[in-house]
């Protein structure tokens, strides 16, 4: 029999074996994550929807309503309206 003492911590570049298991698991589940993003691209486009990533302004307007519309138009019409009005001469 080997009455040798086995180290309780074997290492490896400064990892244990535990530390390298967890890494290596981490790394796993970060492949399978964006294998599953690849694939749900894949059947967006095969879909026809080709907008990837929608940008901020896009997701902006999606999340605005009739009502938010409206108040928007009515601000920009407040704001602009006095540019296009004629400019009556100063009489004196």
């Known amino acids: 029999m080997n009455n040798a003492p086995q180290p309780s911590h074997l290492?490896?570049?400064g990892y244990t074996l535990e530390q390298i298991a967890y890494e290596r698991a981490l790394t796993l589940a970060r492949l399978e994550?964006?294998?599953d993003r690849?694939?749900?691209r894949s059947d967006r486009m095969r879909?026809?929807?080709f907008s990837m990533s929608p940008s901020i302004f896009s997701r902006l307007l999606s999340a605005l309503?009739?009502?938010d519309y409206a108040v928007i138009a009515t601000?920009?019409?407040r704001k602009?309206?006095?540019l296009f009005k004629k400019k009556d001469s100063a009489k004196s």
């Open 80 to 82: 602009l309206s006095p």
């Open 65 to 67: 309503n009739y009502v």
């Open 75 to 77: 601000q920009l019409y």
């Open 47 to 49: 879909a026809g929807n």
């Open 33 to 35: 994550v964006e294998k």
């Open 38 to 40: 690849l694939a749900q």
């Open 11 to 13: 290492t490896w570049g």
